[in-house]
């Protein structure tokens, strides 16, 4: 049979780097041994059965998920300890429950007395971490607000413990600054789970992590668990934070040459704000990328400063700063761009072509999206 | 059976208000009308069999699509006249003559002599229409250019006529300067196609349009067809621009409230940054509606100025600029959000859930995504 190449895919698809996915998860493997704690990688960016065996090859097999819909897969494909770790609701669940009289240890997470006492009540048998913010300000009550231990009471024998999430690592401007929110994050947590303990509640999980802290904590003391998923891939915003080198890029988008606008070294490219996604996080970032960075069929920067400078709903413009060659590709030319943000660039995908370091296609996995 | 209420259904998803849907088809087909060309709608927004039959009724079944899967997609429901509007390569010309010998008059695109003389070379029989710009600066060459002359000879016989879009209408600030921006569309339209009959290409089709100048153009003599496609959901940048008002955006994403940050008067809900989209074209608007405009569960703007103020992956964080008590609102409770740019923020679903003025859900209607 005749090997399939880049060329042979319709665009715009997603390719991914197998041996790029391999070194870094190799990296935060080292990273959280060092500290001690379990890796529990949350997949909410890799969506893919075949990226998570590989990202808990040597683990537990515990993961992370940001859906039901990634649960209910995950779960089909034999992963049995599984984190959902957005705030629960009492219409979902049933949802949960179904997956835990499957087999799964499903893990619930919510701030909200109301829905604790939900998830108690349900005869599901279910279990929730309580979450605190460490700074963040998004989910999570203040590690000492009284609604911590009001929501630990209403969970009761149902509390599994706590977790937190330190987001704002992305606005981080340094690596010192990564590692001195590392050990806020994890204060927060092992602070609130010493509080629940206080009162006689079970915590056996005290969860943490985020690509940046996972990476660079210098110490995790209390904790039993980090929830990384961006460096499994990495993208143009996480290279610039710090958590990874352009090289450690894994993911791409496989797209054509459709038009070159002549006299003005642009180019046109079927790769657009559905196939990139409007994430423009390296606008604030040093190095602006637009909506991605403009590489050649083989993934490699032989076009210097090229960037999609535009994105419509299917068309993406390609310029460069400073004076190169575009023109000189011709309509169909396949090129490929480096994301700003993967988990929202992946997301328009159902699956991966994963190559190797050249233009074979050796695998392709699939992805679960939606809810 | 009881009737399936929009309390019933899993969120995030998507809500399609059909009566809005149907003003919003019947005030564009007047506005056509009155100009006397053809309508033929761009599908790109709503990739739906059921809309676009609405959308054609009393037309001749005409449409646009901005992907080869949507125009496979509509040719399984029936649809035989279809314009795919974003520039061929080479390498999609043999899934686009599959259509054609399917029995689907497939027109394709190019503003590219390379890429015209692989769509007359292609044994196929396609054909294609020249693209050219009227100012918006992304696909096709300046009407006087010579290259609109050596794409039309490229094609020859395959030369189906000339197609323009002035997306750049989006950038208006007023009525009378979107009209004026129609009459460049129309003039540029036609100049392009006096240019090929004058060396003897045939152009049948004359093919202009966009929400804004389709709305608001004052004459379209010289055209044949006009192409808008958000027209029939509205959102809120297209609001802004004055294509419909507040009440016309037909399309919103339910979403449950997941936790309450008590002391800001914010509440989070379970749509973020996948189930609204990263769009910010409401940043430079009058008015910013951060993520989106939040609605009550009727779609009603019963909570004043609340917007979705931050939106990571999963995670939508509501807050209003004035005082609101949305602390009142229990874990669980529903709300809809009207999206910023509805193309984007449709794509992230496979189908509608259908209502009529209140929350029963009287139809499922799916949609088609990917390339």
Redesign the interface.
């Known amino acids: 049979m005749a090997l399939l190449r880049l ?1 042979d895919l ?4 997603l390719v991914l780097e197998r041996g790029k996915l391999q070194r870094n998860l190799d990296a935060m493997a080292r990273a959280v041994a060092r500290n001690g704690v379990a890796l529990r990688p949350h997949l ?1 960016t890799a969506k893919s059965a075949e990226v998570a065996k590989l990202a808990t090859r040597g683990q537990a097999g515990a993961i992370t998920v ?3 819909a990634e649960a209910e897969y995950f779960a089909r494909h034999g992963f049995r300890d599984i984190l959902y770790a ?7 669940l049933d ?1 949960a429950a179904a997956l835990r009289a499957a087999g799964v240890d499903l893990v619930l997470v ?3 007395p ?2 604790a006492a ?1 998830v108690a009540a349900h005869p599901g048998g279910l279990r929730a971490l309580v ?1 605190v913010d460490c700074g963040e ?5 203040p590690v000492d ?1 009284d ?1 911590l231990l009001a929501v630990g009471r209403a969970l009761g024998a149902h509390c599994a413990g706590v977790m937190t999430h330190a ?1 704002h690592s992305y606005g981080c401007k340094s690596i010192a600054e990564v590692a001195a929110l590392a050990e806020t994050e994890r204060q927060v947590a092992v602070r609130a789970a010493e509080r629940l303990r206080a009162v006689g509640l079970a915590t056996p999980i005290v969860s943490v992590g985020s690509t940046p802290t996972a990476l660079h904590a210098r110490g995790l003391a209390g904790v039993t668990e980090t929830r990384p998923g961006v460096y499994m891939f990495q993208d143009l915003f996480q290279v610039q934070i710090g958590s990874g080198a352009i090289e450690d890029v894994a993911v791409s988008v496989l797209t ?7 006299g003005e070294n642009r180019v ?1 490219v ?1 790769a657009g ?3 990139l ?4 996080s390296t606008a604030t970032a040093p190095r602006d990328y637009g909506f991605g960075l403009v590489l050649d069929v083989l993934g490699r920067p032989t076009l210097g400063e090229a960037v999609v400078e ?1 994105a ?4 993406g ?1 390609v310029g460069a700063p400073t004076p190169l060659p575009l023109e000189r590709l ?3 030319t396949r090129l490929r761009i480096a994301p700003n ?1 993967v ?2 660039t992946a ?4 699956r991966y072509h994963v190559v190797d370091g050249d233009d074979v296609v050796v695998a392709t996995w699939d992805r679960v999206n ?2």
């Open positions: 060329a319709p665009t715009p698809c909410k940001s859906t039901l957005v705030g629960i609701v009492p219409a979902k949802r919510t701030d909200d109301e829905a939900a979450e300000h998004r989910a999570g009550m607000s609604i987001g054509s040459v459709t038009g070159r606008r002549a046109l079927d704000g559905l196939a996604s409007k994430d423009r535009r419509n709903q299917e068309h413009v011709a309509v169909g943000h988990c929202m997301a328009m995908y159902d939606g809810w």
